[in-house]
């Protein structure tokens, strides 16, 4: 239990922190939130997005799950992205995925990892698509990292495929939804530049209306 103790001795003395550089800081969030920013990113311990991007409690929005995904179906994500854009009325969305993912090494290697596999399915789906490319690659290291980034690239595609982005940006909400890989290695988030600011940048086969 020592070990459960120690969270609640971190949390007082970081509550007590924030006060004394801020005396309304808590007071003021529990009024209300308006972040500008949602983040979509993986689950793993040492990609935290608050502390990566340098924001504070109620400036960043928040979803994560193993491998960054964004499935058509996943009524947990969905429901944190209408949330996000329709109430929040966040202006950016932020797929950041990692290098050296282990979700991603995991759909790669074809192991027997037991139920997780019908999640990372999804990613095998990336992995099958750009499988050229991949194949041209000097190792499995390189393969694997660059399945990092073409999976965050097949991330933002979703985002912008659901209903709840194009509806948002039918009814002129400025919203746009962005790629980003984040290096354990030195801490710094590169751009994908893979952003999609409005539906023209939408394969007809996707778009709504
Ligand atoms: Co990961």
Redesign the pocket.
Known sequence: MKAIKQLFDNNRSWAQSIKTSDPDFFEKLANQQSPEYLWIG?S?SRVPANQIIGLLPGEVFVHRNV?NMVVHTDFNCLSVLQYAVDVLKVKYVLVVG?YG???VRAAFENGDNGLIDNWLRNVKDVQFRYQSELAALDDDDARVDRLCELNVVSQVANVCHTTIVQNAWARGQKLSVHGWCYSLRDGLLRDLECAVFGPDQISDAYRIG
């Open positions: 993986c793993d491998a990692h993912c282990g979700g």
